[in-house]
């Protein structure tokens, strides 16, 4: 069932997909016949504003058993894991850094039940700002789907593989592939084992492929290389629970048949996937560190040409071949939020205490870099093409916003680690003036 998925291929294309036990389920010629073929509903799920110009406007035609509008009433149900409360929280500016998060091993925890809101900015009702979560769970939602009012959610994957039912088909994640569940759609996920991951959810807009400039037509993530779902349903009539993201807390309802019923769907507004080791390395060939924009694989834009509510970067295995150069990341102060992850490996400026399923967070203007071993040993080693990074994939969250961390991921969860500072603490002093 799960291991013979066929996928639609590309970034932002414009798909028609049909179940094949439905052939001809799509309306010929128009969107919204009188009566569409096999008796189904015409729905249309919008990801902008009907006046949205041509080319950021992002909407698509679903034709299912049952109309989404099908169920009783919302109700809140507990969210205190989650918040958009970004200001109840004391901020701190100091490097903060997390061991990997626990996965749970008393009772059962699904996807939803497991996540956490490490830090953000903004607000959803004002359609402003970022989140981060982190998610640990061991079983998959039985009669149960998500859907996200409040914005997108970029999911990474850090250990164990996720199935995941959507409306528009179905999709296999494993750890170093991410997928992009967009604001509204449905979903559903199944897990092999016990499983965490990390989540970058946005608010204002979708995801786009970063502009290129001077590096030309091709390189970093390639439009080819995403793959969405082709259309497949399930008729179940039975009892389906519907938890709704909105304005930060949960809310469910309950309804008779499965979500996941769309026979047939046309559009440019569907999930996507995309396995990190098709990234087309860019990278310096000469001297010098390059900024680690030319590792961007996604950006959510603000509206300031060139600064991003978030950008997902990655830092895949590469040469390293520059002369002259410390060829690890540089001593740095940013004015951006730089959320980190690690999804397997060693991270390169930090081999030690940065661990997979753990993080760091370095916020705006805090100043971070290479430890004390790290640098001693980069200034110092010969300077011969060398592999980086193989066997790993560390990966950043960054934002032009001053990302708040929540009371859970600072003092609740138990795994900031309050020693992290001390890795710079051995750094020397090598200043010398020569003799004349």
Same mark, same amino acid.
């Given at each position: 069932?799960?291991?013979?998925?066929?996928?639609?291929?590309?970034?932002?294309?414009?798909?028609?997909?049909?179940?094949?036990?439905?052939?001809?389920?799509?309306?010929?010629?128009?969107?919204?016949?009188? =009566?569409?073929?096999?008796?189904?509903?015409?729905?249309?799920?919008?990801?902008?504003?009907?006046?949205?110009?041509?080319?950021?406007?992002?909407?698509?035609?679903?034709?299912?058993?049952?109309?989404? =509008?099908?169920?009783?009433?919302?109700?809140? #149900?507990?969210?205190?894991?989650?918040?958009?409360?970004?200001?109840?929280?004391?901020?701190?500016?100091?490097?903060?850094?997390?061991?990997?998060?626990? +996965?749970?091993?008393?009772?059962?925890?699904?996807?939803?039940?497991?996540?956490?809101?490490?830090?953000?900015?903004?607000?959803?009702?004002?359609?402003?700002?970022?989140?981060?979560?982190? *998610?640990?769970?061991?079983?998959?939602?039985?009669?149960?789907?998500?859907?996200?009012?409040?914005?997108?959610?970029? #999911?990474?994957?850090?250990?164990?593989?996720?199935?995941?039912?959507? !409306?528009?088909?179905?999709?296999?994640?494993?750890?170093?592939? +991410?997928?992009?569940?967009?604001?509204? +759609?449905?979903?559903?996920?199944? =897990?092999?084992?016990?499983?965490?991951?990390?989540?970058?959810?946005?608010?204002?807009?979708?995801?786009?492929?970063?502009?290129?400039?001077?590096?030309?037509?091709?390189?970093?993530?390639?439009?080819?290389?995403?793959?969405?779902?082709?259309?497949?349903?399930?008729?179940?009539?039975?009892?389906?629970?519907?938890?709704?993201? *909105?304005?930060?807390?949960?809310?469910?309802?309950?309804?008779?048949?499965?979500?996941?019923?769309?026979?047939?769907?046309?559009?440019?507004?569907?999930? *996507?996937?995309?396995?990190?080791?098709?990234?087309?390395? +860019?990278?310096?060939?000469?001297?010098?560190?390059?900024?680690?924009?030319?590792?961007?694989?996604?950006?959510?834009?603000?509206?300031?040409?060139?600064?991003?509510?978030?950008?997902?970067? #990655?830092?895949?295995?590469?040469?390293?071949?520059?002369?002259?150069?410390?060829?690890?990341?540089?001593?740095?102060?940013?004015?951006?939020?730089?959320?980190?992850?690690?999804?397997?490996?060693?991270?390169?400026?930090?081999?030690?205490?940065?661990?997979?399923?753990?993080?760091?967070?370095?916020? #705006?203007?805090?100043?971070?870099?290479?430890?004390?071993?790290?640098?001693?040993?980069?200034?110092?080693?010969?300077?011969?093409?060398?592999?980086?990074?193989?066997?790993?994939?560390?990966?950043?969250?960054?934002?032009?916003?001053?990302?708040? =961390?929540?009371?859970?991921? !600072?003092?609740?969860?138990?795994?900031?680690?309050?020693?992290?500072?001390?890795?710079?603490?051995?750094?020397?002093?090598?200043?010398?003036?020569?003799?004349?």
């Amino acid at each position: 069932m799960w291991e013979d998925l066929k996928y639609l291929t590309g970034f932002g294309n414009e798909f028609a997909s049909e179940d094949p036990r439905c052939p001809a389920s799509l309306p010929v010629g128009q969107n919204s016949p009188q =009566v569409c073929p096999y008796g189904l509903y015409a729905e249309q799920l919008s990801g902008s504003a009907f006046t949205a110009p041509r080319e950021t406007n992002r909407r698509s035609w679903l034709y299912r058993i049952r109309p989404s =509008v099908l169920h009783r009433p919302f109700e809140r #149900i507990d969210s205190t894991h989650l918040t958009v409360d970004f200001s109840a929280h004391p901020p701190n500016p100091n490097q903060m850094r997390w061991k990997p998060f626990d +996965i749970p091993t008393d009772g059962q925890v699904d996807f939803v039940q497991g996540l956490r809101t490490l830090c953000g900015a903004g607000q959803p009702a004002t359609r402003h700002g970022l989140a981060v979560h982190i *998610y640990t769970c061991n079983v998959a939602m039985e009669n149960k789907s998500m859907q996200n009012s409040d914005g997108d959610f970029l #999911i990474v994957p850090q250990q164990g593989t996720l199935r995941i039912k959507t !409306e528009f088909g179905r999709l296999v994640v494993a750890p170093n592939e +991410i997928c992009v569940i967009q604001q509204g +759609i449905r979903f559903s996920i199944d =897990v092999e084992g016990p499983s965490r991951g990390y989540i970058l959810e946005v608010y204002d807009t979708h995801f786009q492929l970063p502009n290129l400039g001077p590096i030309g037509a091709n390189g970093l993530a390639n439009p080819r290389d995403f793959k969405s779902p082709s259309a497949w349903f399930e008729d179940l009539d039975v009892e389906h629970t519907v938890i709704n993201k *909105y304005g930060g807390r949960l809310f469910k309802a309950v309804q008779g048949h499965s979500p996941f019923n769309v026979v047939a769907w046309h559009g440019n507004y569907a999930p *996507y996937k995309y396995n990190l080791a098709d990234f087309m390395v +860019i990278n310096s060939v000469e001297f010098d560190h390059c900024d680690p924009s030319i590792f961007t694989v996604l950006t959510c834009p603000s509206v300031r040409p060139g600064v991003a509510i978030a950008d997902f970067v #990655i830092f895949p295995p590469r040469w390293s071949v520059t002369e002259h150069t410390f060829r690890p990341p540089y001593y740095h102060r940013n004015c951006m939020s730089e959320f980190m992850g690690l999804i397997h490996g060693k991270y390169e400026a930090k081999e030690e205490g940065f661990l997979p399923g753990g993080a760091t967070l370095h916020s #705006i203007m805090t100043p971070h870099g290479p430890d004390a071993a790290c640098f001693e040993g980069a200034s110092t080693a010969e300077l011969k093409p060398v592999r980086v990074a193989d066997g790993t994939q560390s990966f950043m969250f960054e934002s032009s916003l001053m990302m708040a =961390v929540t009371e859970w991921a !600072e003092e609740t969860c138990s795994k900031l680690d309050k020693a992290y500072y001390e890795c710079w603490q051995p750094l020397k002093k090598h200043f010398r003036i020569a003799e004349p």
